[in-house]
């Protein structure tokens, strides 16, 4: 307690000292603090926006080879699919239904490549949600049977107005051609990333166009209502899928990337007939997974560079404050303190230092995050993929925070270590006949 | 008896290439409860053969002897709990610890070792000596608050706090004028008399040295004359 006490007094010592070297700590908590905070809502914020652009947690495709021996992915009859579903006790939010179109949009001479996906409206209420729209309604689009949502630029080329009709040349799912025509309904802004390069339209025009029966379409996707068992509930469905139909294989290797195992199969593997593919988001995720870590690994990296930085000063500083000592120092040791407690009323003071520059920078990244938060940055900018809703959120773990605490303590507490050596190893005859 | 004993003392301290010979071959023996000056001029070795006696300093020749403890086979760890039990130090320039106050720099030595004294005792005992140096309106102030005198006092109370069988001061008045010299030898021969504990101090001040009752004159590292004072000079009502 003796010990603490001078060492907490110590610090009032040399204010201005002492502000710096805590200043300059608590700059680095505070970078690293809100990197991991960027990082930790990253994964999160991400998954849950493409979860919506991609309309599920869990998505299954049909796959039939042609004759030809070119694939298409359809699900003709769910039946199985929904037996799977109600037999794994799924915990589903929505099932959603999509049918994809590669089309080129043709209006008064401009042509435009142009993806389309098809859904149907009443059932994905959630994803008019996140979609900004210009002009126009999805009930306009769903009031008009071949309605087209399209993205500001993409009208912009084709210099389209709402309720002009377009011409679509695409291809059936068998690969024959086909015509058909759009009506502008609405346009979306384009937010560069995800939905603006997508259009939406409604299922049906869409098999239509593909020339697939209305029930049948390209892709199951399963909201959960828990997102967190998003694994064990596709274990689960694999598994069931597996006794009914052929699956393409479910990779348990961890190194692997289960997307590009399952392709490899369709590409390299002799199959015939229909096969399913079991995906989910976490499988999508593990590449974005590895970018945090990639983000998390370059924190870490700044936080050893900048307190390396850091670390000097303040190591500096100690010997400078073992110099303006010296004289103090030979008076404790010549009253009988021991070399050891010395040596700890320096690690004290440096302990302290690193403690109130680790508060004062959590308590700035906090104060930062909050203000960050309060502000609606909108959907469509380029980052929107990045946020929820149009808002910053910021997520820390405890542990994280806790690890980053004791890195700076035991680098500081390792910087202030040499000159607190020094300082125990005085001979106090030495340092009393110091002239500080 | 002979509380403190040194045979044949040497001390060389190297200076650049060469080396200067502080101490050369000193031997005295001092009693408990002595009052007793090392005098002599500057570098005579007054503070070294202090600094020996106080063990915060190794002699590279002979033998220090305190208490019937010969102090060169002594460990640090050993040779700091001995400073500690045994001894006390008063500075010429105080040697306070800035950051803490009057009463918690008087009874820091106290919190360095294990003490029988009860926390209640150690208060107690820490009160007496503040009222003793007479600063009890100054206990909660910081030594950068107070007078040379006072801050002496408050060193002298320091070395006390611990019982110490032996006090060493190197110079204890040399930064102070005349009558605050005065009062701080009054207050040494006071407690010297009343609690019998030993003070050995460094002067170059002929008019302290003669209050000592037992003196050790220094010229060149050794000793000129080493005698006991009969009638030894008294400051005002110390004697």
């Known amino acids: 307690m003796r010990d603490l006490k001078i060492a907490f007094r110590n610090l009032t010592r040399q204010k201005r000292r002492t502000i710096l070297l805590m200043a300059a700590i608590a700059f680095g908590i505070y970078i690293i603090t809100m990197i991991n905070g960027f990082t930790g809502s990253f994964i999160e914020n991400v998954s849950e926006n493409f979860s919506n652009m991609l309309a599920g947690h869990i998505f299954i495709e049909g796959k039939e080879k042609t004759d030809s ?54 059932v994905e209420e959630y994803f008019k949600d996140r979609i900004v729209l210009k002009e126009g309604s999805f009930a306009d689009l769903q009031a008009e049977p071949q309605g087209i949502i399209l993205s500001d630029k993409a009208a912009d080329k084709l210099n389209l107005q709402i309720g002009d009709r377009m011409l679509v040349k695409c291809q059936t799912y068998t690969g024959q051609q086909n015509v058909g025509e759009f009506v502008l309904t609405a346009i979306l802004i384009d937010s560069s990333l995800m939905g603006g390069s997508t259009a939406y339209a409604n299922i049906d025009y869409i098999n239509q166009l593909l020339n697939l029966q209305p029930d049948e ?76 870590n ?33 004289k103090e120092i030979g008076t404790m040791r010549a009253v009988g303190m021991q070399k050891g407690i010395v040596r700890k009323l320096f690690l004290y003071e440096a302990f302290f230092i690193a403690l109130l520059g680790v508060i004062t920078g959590l308590i700035l990244a906090g104060i930062t995050m909050f203000i960050l ?64 | 008896m002979a509380i403190v004993k040194l045979e044949d003392v040497h ?34 070795g007054k503070s070294t053969i202090l600094n020996m006696i106080g063990c915060i300093d190794i002699p590279t020749n002979g033998k220090v002897i305190i208490n019937e403890t010969e102090t060169s086979g002594l460990s ?34 106290l919190l360095l070792g294990k003490s029988k004294m009860t926390k209640a005792e150690k208060s107690e005992w820490i009160d007496m000596l503040i009222e003793e140096v007479q600063l009890e309106s100054w206990k909660n102030h910081k030594p950068n608050e107070l007078s040379g005198g006072q801050r002496q006092r408050v060193a002298i109370a320091r070395a006390l706090v611990t019982k110490p069988e032996i006090v060493l001061a190197d110079e204890p008045t040399a930064n102070l004028d005349s009558v605050t010299s005065d009062a701080i030898i009054r207050l040494m021969k006071k407690i ?32 000129s004359e080493n005698y006991r004072q009969e009638n030894p000079k008294s400051f005002g009502g110390a004697e």
């Open chain 1, 69 to 122: 021996g070119k694939t298409l992915s359809l699900v003709r009859n769910d039946d199985i699919l929904m037996q799977a579903i109600k037999e794994t006790n799924t915990d589903w939010k929505y099932l959603t239904k999509r049918s994809d179109l590669s089309a080129v949009l043709i209006f008064e001479g401009e042509d435009l490549n142009q993806s389309v996906t098809g859904a149907d409206w009443d």
């Open chain 1, 217 to 292: 379409y390209m892709s199951l996707g399963i909201f959960l209502n828990d997102p967190d068992t998003i694994d064990e509930t596709a274990d689960a469905l694999y598994e069931n899928l597996k006794t009914k139909v052929n699956m393409f294989e479910r990779s348990n290797n961890e190194e692997e990337n289960k997307i590009l195992s399952m392709l490899k199969q369709q590409d390299e593997q002799e199959w015939t007939g229909l096969r399913f593919q079991l995906m989910t988001l976490n499988d999508i995720m593990s590449e974005v997974q590895q970018i945090v």
């Open chain 1, 294 to 326: 990639v983000l998390n690994t370059a924190a870490l990296i700044i936080l050893f560079v900048l307190f390396a930085i850091i670390m000097v000063g303040v190591t500096n500083t100690f010997r400078m404050v073992l110099m303006e000592r010296t």
């Open chain 1, 373 to 436: 938060m309060q502000i609606n940055w909108g959907m469509n900018t380029a980052a929107f993929i990045l946020m929820k809703n149009g808002y910053m959120t910021f997520k820390l773990s405890v542990p994280q925070v806790l690890l980053n605490f004791v890195i700076v303590s035991a680098l500081t507490l390792l910087a202030a270590f040499f000159p607190s050596n020094k300082a125990a190893k005085l001979q106090p005859a030495d340092a009393l006949r110091t002239s500080n």
């Open chain 2, 11 to 44: 001390k060389t301290y190297p200076l650049g290439k060469t080396e200067v010979h502080a101490v050369k071959g000193v031997s005295f023996e001092i009693n408990k409860g002595d009052f007793i000056s090392i005098a002599g001029p500057s570098g005579s």
């Open chain 2, 76 to 109: 640090d760890k050993q040779i700091t709990t001995l400073r500690h039990e045994v001894l006390g130090f008063i500075f010429q320039s105080f040697n306070l610890i800035p950051v803490l106050d009057v009463y918690e720099n008087i009874e820091f030595p």
């Open chain 2, 192 to 223: 010297n008399r009343d609690l019998g504990t030993t003070f050995i101090f460094s002067t170059h001040d002929p008019t302290v040295v003669d209050v000592a009752d037992h003196i050790i004159r220094l010229k060149d590292g050794l000793i």
